[in-house]
Structures are given as C-alpha cells and as structure tokens.
C-alpha cells in the first residue's frame, strides 16, 4: 500500500519556500522547463502582490513519506465576484507527481475550502487571476515557455479530467517570425487606416499618464471576452515597473485615431532565455548575468502578452486597421533589435478574428493551455 497522503496549508516563510521551489524536484531531467527566479516568486506569492487588494487565497502542500509531493492553492477575486454569477473561486499553482490519489486529495482539499466560502464553482488554473499566468499546458512540452507562460507534465489534463473537471476554454500561443511580407490587402487596409490613425511609442517621461492609456485601452478592449477581470491601477503600476526596466520605448506601441487612443501592443524580451541557467537564484552572480544578458546580449525571442483594440472599432473596417497598425511598429521594432522569433499568447482559440490576423501574417500556434471548471454542488 502507498504511503497516505497529508495535506498542510501553507502557514509562515517555511512552508511558502518548499511551495515555491517543489518544482525543482518535479522537473528535474525536464530540458524544457524554465526554473523561476524564486525571489520573484516570494514577490508575487506575497501581499505585496496588488492582486491580494481585492482577493484572497490559501496554498496548501501535499506530504507523504515525509517530503513534499504536490501543491495547489485556491483564491477568491472579489472583482471577478462582481461581475458574474454564480460565485466562482479559482484554484491555481497546481504542481504534482503522477499519482491520480494525489490529485484528488489536492483538488478537494482545494475544493473544499471554496465551498466553504460560499462558491458555486471552481475554474483554473490561475497563478493567480486570469490576468496573470493562467491555463494548463496540454501541447508543447517540448519547447520551453516564454516570459509568464506555464509549462506542465503531460499527465495533468488526465488527473484533473477524472476529479471532474472538463475543459471550458482553450488559449492558444502563436510563434511568429520577423521579416514576413504584407499581403496585398493588409498592406491596402494599413493604407487606408493610415489616413485616420497614426501610431507612436511610449512616452516614459509621462509613464504614469501613459500606463494609465494603456490600462483604459485593455479594460475598454477586453471588457466583453470571456471570464474578463479588470486591472486595477495598482495591478498595471506593476506591469509599468516591467516596462520601465525591460523595454525600449518602441516596444509599446499606441494607436490613436483622431487624436485618441484606440489600440496598442506591448512587447516584451523573453527573459526566460536569460535565466533559464541560473537555477532561480541571482546570487551571488545570477544577477550579472541578467544584466548582462537584457543589456548587452539581448534575448532573440520576445512575447507580447498585451494587446487590444477599442472595443466601439471591433466591428468596422478600422478594427483590423489598427490590429495591424500596431503590429507592424512593434514588428519594426523587434526586426532592429535582431528578435528572431516572438509569442503572441495567450489567444483564446474561438477568437477567430484575432487567429485570422496572425495567421496572416504567417503565425503558427505551437503551444496550447486549457482552462477547467468544475461545479461544487450536485
């Protein structure tokens, strides 16, 4: 018989650094797995996370035979609460070995603890909310995930499938290559969208005002997609420390039609390649190596993980004008700094509108992730 199965949550520093570092042992020998840097993950894991303004959670530890073996946690986002109904908590952070006992034991311990708190139905993965890394990966384990993108073990989907859940939503990332050619009639749209709209970079020395144009845009662009949060002020004051130490000026790029904002990107480098050695650690040298990496190196791969469109122009002919607008200054950009390949992720797959863009211009989905619910009543 196997050993029996104890489920701890996580109380004090002790208990959140064994939550945090459990992947090193699960994905040892895995060549595609990225360790993270494990001071930003005490970072996001902690209150100082704006996220846990408006939510709150519980992690818990699986132990048996007196080593940790799995972990989950649950959240309770009040922003999500007022806006749909009935009440649905997340579950998240799930990591496990392949035992299908253990997944039940952290499911309904996770479970549990959302019943209790008065939900109708539990969805996720979330690491913590739909607007951070979200989805559990069900294809692409063999390359590794770019900047705030998951990886996983093959068998996840399984176990999660037979403690009830059932797959809601795919999102898919897309792997594009610099240098493609218009085709005829994006590069007619882009004329035509040209004569009303034109495109500019960031101002960083209007940061505050600027990230304030970018929040609007997303939360105006997004507001009617499925299972859409709000980003609160605080939540993209982060998002702008990133910028800030990240990117160059020319990596966000906003659209504005008659004088008014009405698009933008974002691009990121893909930090991933730079810290995929370091073990999670910056010191005593990691953080040399960084620098010198963002700096001086630079990553050959980017992600963007914003993007949007005002919502009054999904459905004219100034809608793609602007997605391709966008897309073609960020596209400007990377190609001078050498970027080889870029992620547009994630992509729900029943946005045809968005996967028709990309696909235009020669993109290909190369990863998948899978959100699950489960209802916590019969």
Not at 135 to 155: E, I, K, N
Not at 251 to 275: K, R, S
Not at 340 to 359: Q, Y
Request: proline letters at 7%; aromatic letters at 10%.
């Amino acid at each position: 018989m196997p050993a029996p199965i104890d489920i701890v949550p996580v109380r004090d520093g002790r208990d959140l650094d064994r939550f945090i570092t459990l992947p090193w042992r699960l994905y040892a020998g895995d060549p595609a797995w990225v360790p993270p840097l494990r001071a930003e993950r005490r970072q996001h894991l902690s209150q100082k996370n704006p996220f846990f303004a408006h939510a709150r959670w519980q992690a818990w530890l699986a132990w048996r035979d007196g080593k940790p073996v799995g972990r989950i946690s649950a959240q309770i986002d009040r922003l999500f609460l007022e806006r749909y109904h009935p009440p649905c908590g997340y579950f998240g952070m799930l990591e496990a070995e392949d035992d299908p006992g253990l997944f039940r034991a952290l499911t309904a311990t996770a479970e549990d603890w959302l019943r209790s708190a008065g939900m109708a139905r539990v969805r996720g993965p979330f690491n913590l909310s739909i607007n951070e890394e979200c989805g559990l990966l069900v294809a692409g384990f063999d390359t590794p995930p770019c900047l705030m993108m998951g990886h996983g073990r093959p068998w996840y989907d399984t176990r999660l499938q037979e403690c009830g859940y059932r797959g809601v939503k795919d999102l898919l990332a897309y792997r594009i290559r610099p240098g493609y050619t218009l085709p005829p009639r994006v590069a007619a749209l882009l004329e035509r969208t040209g004569r009303r709209a034109t495109v500019r970079p960031l101002r960083r020395r209007h940061l505050r005002e600027e990230l304030e144009i970018l929040r609007e845009l997303f939360n105006d662009a997004w507001s009617a997609n499925w299972g859409f949060v709000p980003f609160t002020q605080a939540e993209f004051h982060e998002i702008g420390r990133a910028l800030t130490l990240l990117v160059d000026d020319d990596f966000v790029q906003i659209a504005e039609v008659d004088g008014q904002p009405a698009a933008f990107m974002v691009a990121l480098p893909n930090v991933n390649e730079c810290i995929a050695d370091l073990d999670g650690r910056l010191l005593p040298l990691g953080w040399l190596k960084l620098l010198w990496r963002l700096k001086v190196r630079y990553p050959r791969s980017a992600r963007i993980p914003l993007m949007g469109v005002r919502r009054r122009y999904h459905h004219s002919f100034l809608g793609p004008g602007l997605a391709f607008l966008v897309i073609e200054a960020i596209h400007r950009a990377v190609q001078r700094r050498s970027i080889e390949w870029v992620e547009m992720s994630w992509i729900l797959e029943d946005n045809a509108g968005m996967r028709n863009i990309i696909e235009t211009l020669g993109g290909e989905d190369y990863k998948r992730y899978r959100l699950y619910e489960k209802p916590l009543h019969d």
